[in-house]
């Protein structure tokens, strides 16, 4: 036998939407977080690409002392979990990506252990110019992703997943007020 449900398109009978999910079902596979910002690309870019003064970012430091990113360019990842400015773990880290082009502009960075087969993480943050009906509001879609390989992500290992996907939506919460603060100013 097969339920058929109908609907009426009333009012009174409203049909709820779908429950949007609030976490990620595979943070082991990938993250990504989607932001707009209110303010040029430049002024994201700039606040981005000083690695040197990632102030505004609770949760990941990329040390390369002092050295500008380029493609290539090897350094330590720090990591704090929690957000509280304690208990940083180092990782390796190389940049895969600079690019700021005119029409994108990216930091990409990765590591990996074992030549990837235990672990591998590919963490991308791009910046796209919105363009608005006005062309007078100056805006910035921010879209930070990861995507992670080899066997420990595949078994759910290695890293606090849950967390990096709570950590990299606050990362772009905490980039856009730092930015919108500053490019106030």
């Known amino acids: 036998m097969v339920a058929v449900a109908t609907y009426k398109k009333d009012e009174e009978n409203k049909i709820p939407s779908p429950p949007i999910p609030t976490t990620n079902p595979h943070p082991n596979k990938k993250i990504e977080h989607t932001t707009v910002i ?6 994201v870019w ?39 400015d304690q208990d940083w773990q180092s990782f390796p880290f190389e940049f895969a990506e600079v690019d700021y082009s005119e029409k994108q502009h990216v930091l990409a960075w990765k590591g990996q252990v074992l030549g990837g087969c235990l672990f591998s993480g590919y963490h991308t943050m791009r910046l796209e110019p919105i363009t608005t009906i006005d062309n007078e509001t100056q805006q910035t879609k921010l879209i930070h ?41």
Request: net charge neutral; glycine share 8%; hydrophobic share 35%.
């Open 38 to 43: 209110d303010a040029p690309v430049e002024a």
């Open 46 to 84: 700039k606040a981005l690409v000083d690695t040197n003064d990632w102030s505004w970012n609770q949760w990941t430091r990329l040390d390369t002392s002092g050295t500008a990113p380029e493609m290539g360019l090897q350094g330590t990842l720090k990591a704090c979990y929690e957000g509280n």
């Open 145 to 185: 992703t990861e995507i992670f390989g080899g066997l420990l992500p595949m078994l759910k290992l290695g890293l606090p997943y849950p967390k990096l996907y709570r950590n990299y939506r606050l990362m772009n919460e905490s980039l856009k007020k730092h930015v919108e603060e500053t490019s106030k100013k």
